[in-house]
């Protein structure tokens, strides 16, 4: 990333860190009741945390990073969401796929992804 711009680079690690702090609550949330919007809207940083929830992919790359490099890359991370560049929650998707990417790589299924189950779940 440095390669196109040491700001962005500089960026991109604290946004990694922001991912690794959150990391837990981030897990949780997936298998736990969502909580209550006077939870959520808890903090200082509450509306920022809530905006950046419904921010688009384009919006935030363009408030975040410098080089076109940075923003064509992080935005993309959006597609593999099926978030064009102007949907809402394409942010906060972008964001956590690149973060989850760096953090415990992309598994690849040997033969395909139809060895992921069983014989006996597949259809006939």
Known sequence: MA??????ADTWRALYQRYLTAKPEIVSGLT??????????AGEDAIDRYRFQFQSARSWVDESFQSFEMRYFFASCGLHGAFAPDDALGANFAWLF???????GVSIVKGGMHHVFPRACRRA
């Open 32 to 41: 736990s009741t969502p909580p209550s919007l006077s939870k959520e809207f």
């Open 98 to 104: 690149a973060a989850a990417v760096q953090d415990v």
């Open 3 to 8: 390669l196109f711009s040491r700001a962005d």
